[in-house]
Every structure is written in C-alpha cells, then in structure tokens.
C-alpha cells in the first residue's frame, strides 16, 4: 500500500497521550476522517488506530490506540506522520504531488523520462524528470506543463528552448 505523508507530531498535548500534528495540507480538517495513520522514524514503523481527531484553525490534535501517556507521545515527537493512500481525499480540482511522481513524461511523441520530484522553489514548483539523456527541469508552468493524465500516469510538455543541453535557441 502507498503511503502518503500527511504531518509531523509537534509535541504531546496534555497527559494522557494526545499529540500535535503540523499538519502537510492546506486543509487539516481532512484530520478528522482518517481511520488509522503510519508513525514513521527512521526505519521504525508504528501503525495506530485514530480514537480522536481535534482540528482547531490549522492545529491538529490526535489520540492515538496505544499512546496513553506524556512520556508515550514524547517518545514520538518529531516522528512523520503518514496515511495510506487510499484515506487521502481526492482533489476537486489538480492533482497532489504524489500522483504526479512516478509519471511518464512526454515532449510530443518523445519520452523525456520519469517524474522523479517536485521540488518548491517559491516562484513555481519544478518537476525533476530523469531519463536517457539525464535530468531535466520541467517548469510547473501552464506554459510548459499542456496536460496531465493522473489516472495514465502522462504528463505532455512542451519545454521551453534550451531547457535541455545541446538544443540550439529558436
């Protein structure tokens, strides 16, 4: 099962083993519907049944099966938080960046390679795409980026001149 990363645990939260996530979404209320999240650290690994989900603003409050103590939160602290992906809502509208990476993309007929990463730079996000001729990065823009097919796993560019090595300016 794909797992998604959905937050990080901040801190415990009172006595009695409730943690603070610093929630990964622009939307913590999602919180509210898991079933069940993955603690990850490391190569540890600890799947836990949600009792309770407090959304308060953009602070996330969990109760967690087998958390019951300050000093059992605090053994988490800094611990990801994930959700497999199949709890994750769908988008009304675009996609996350877990559907795009792992993508085929195309220039045309032309296969540049594989969405590696998305990667935020502030201004726009870029697609690091790795193929036969090496890593390209793809521009998130309207411009480049003409369509996405999430379910067919496409992504159709048209890269602006002298993105790749060796292409001549137009």
Request: aromatic content about 6%.
């Amino acid at each position: 099962m794909d797992e998604v990363l959905i937050g990080e645990v901040i801190k415990p939260h009172g006595v009695q083993g409730e943690i603070k996530v610093y929630p990964i979404t622009d939307n913590p209320k999602r919180f509210r519907k898991l079933k069940e999240v993955i603690l990850v650290q490391n190569q540890e690994q600890r799947r836990l049944k949600v009792l309770h989900a407090n959304v308060h603003q953009s602070e996330v409050y969990l109760t967690l099966e087998g958390i019951n103590t300050r000093d059992e939160a605090e053994a988490i602290r800094g611990w990801a938080v994930k959700a497999d992906r199949d709890q994750v809502p769908p988008l009304k509208e675009g996609w996350y960046y877990f559907e795009l990476e792992g993508m085929q993309v195309y220039e045309g007929d032309v296969l540049l390679g594989t969405l590696a990463q998305v990667i935020q730079t502030g201004a726009n996000d870029v697609y690091l795409v790795k193929g036969d001729q090496g890593e390209i990065c793809v521009p998130a823009l309207k411009t480049v980026v003409k369509h996405v097919d999430v379910a067919g796993k496409r992504m159709d560019v048209e890269l602006p001149p002298g993105l790749i090595d060796g292409e001549e300016l137009r």
